[in-house]
T-cell receptor
């Protein structure tokens, strides 16, 4: 029973390039959440998706960042024209239903993005 | 505006003793609090939670205490073991909102 799988684990991009981060939720989970952790800080909510729908992207920067969760395949967090400030650990979590109350989300191991 | 604060970046405790990790919050709408444990290069794993209608929740060696009037919660680990060395995050949410608001974490080091 595989957990939440994220790849790649480490990603290095030059300024101006695109970064694509993938997240495969746990089997049976249809709700996906992306969080970002900057150095020395806690995780910050970015976006919540269900299959083919963005439910809440209030934590996502308005420009250069986008997310999708297609009917088939993993959820993708896409960062265009990366800048040094995008360097962070990006965590994906999934849950079988809407997380809240007694329903917790399970986290992947994260993707550490380094922009050089 | 930090709604969830963990004021101790690190804590060192002797093996076998009690570890107490603290967390303060400012938003009175929060009614569900969680503690996560995180090892280096891994994702956070859920440890224990508490609803605002309770003031204590216990699970084995882990106990979380909630003081709503002080907007303060704490995680007690007793006895502390070497495998408990990790970063501990306090997180909170309002009602059934899925968005977790996280503290910056406290690095717990258990000394042999």
């Amino acid at each position: 029973n595989a957990g939440v799988m994220q790849n790649p684990r480490h990603l290095v991009r030059r300024r101006g390039q695109e970064a694509r981060l993938r997240c495969s939720p746990m089997k049976g989970h249809s709700h996906v959440y992306w969080y970002r952790q900057l150095p020395e800080e806690g995780l910050k909510f970015m976006v919540y998706l269900q299959k083919e729908n963005i439910i809440d992207e209030s934590g996502m920067p308005k420009e250069r960042f986008s997310a999708e969760f297609p009917k088939e395949g993993p959820s993708i967090l896409r960062i265009q024209q990366v800048v040094r400030g995008d360097s962070a650990a990006y965590f994906c979590a999934s849950s079988p239903g809407l997380a809240g109350g007694d329903t917790e989300a399970f986290f992947g191991q994260g993707t550490r993005l380094t922009v050089v | 505006d930090q709604q969830v604060k963990q004021n101790s970046p690190s804590l060192s405790v002797q093996e076998g003793r009690i570890s107490i990790l603290n967390c303060d919050y400012t938003n009175s709408m929060f009614d569900y609090f969680l503690w996560y444990k995180k090892y280096p290069a891994e994702g956070p794993t859920f440890l224990i939670s508490i609803s605002s209608i309770k003031d204590k929740n216990e699970d084995g060696r882990f106990t979380v205490f909630l003081n709503k009037s002080a907007k303060h919660l704490s995680l007690h680990i007793v006895p502390s073991q070497p495998g408990d060395s990790a970063v501990y995050f306090c997180a909170a949410r309002a009602d059934s909102n899925y968005q977790l608001i996280w503290g910056a974490g406290t690095k717990l080091i258990i000394k042999p």
